[in-house]
């Protein structure tokens, strides 16, 4: 079993930046694809970005791709989304999970973090 904790949310103005930071648990970190999904009021959760267990593989949303960029830290079990240049749209709950490949892009998700507000005023 593994428990993420999401952190790093809050207010920014559009153009601003954030890093999300998501700690796992267990020692198995370093075998696991992680990812990040976000979900905005009344829209589905949507994909935002993935990246295998070395690193060396990340997908993304068309939506963030060059302003977003997730990598991670194995010795210190935490995956990251640093987001640039960010738009009022990206304002949602972004949730971090954890994956046996980073392939399906979260659609085989075994665990999910309980979720970090991003607000982006205008």
């Known amino acids: 079993q593994v428990q993420l904790v999401e952190s790093g949310g809050g207010l920014v103005q559009a153009g601003g930046s954030l890093r999300l930071s998501c700690a796992a648990s267990?020692?198995?970190?370093?075998?696991?694809?992680m990812g990040w999904f976000r979900q905005a009021p009344g829209k589905e959760r949507e994909f935002v970005a993935a990246?295998?267990?070395?690193?060396?593989?990340?997908y993304y949303a068309e939506s963030v791709k060059g302003r977003f960029t997730v990598s991670r830290d194995n010795a210190k079990n935490t995956v990251y989304l640093q987001m640039n240049s960010l738009k009022p749209e990206d304002a949602a709950i972004y949730y971090c999970?954890?994956?046996?490949?980073?392939?399906?892009?979260?659609?085989?998700?075994?665990?999910w973090g309980q979720g970090t507000q991003v607000t982006v005023s205008s």
């Open positions: 999970y954890a994956d046996s490949t980073v392939a399906t892009m979260g659609q085989t998700a075994f665990s």
């Open positions: 990246i295998n267990w070395s690193g060396g593989v990340t």
């Open positions: 267990g020692r198995a970190f370093s075998n696991y694809a």
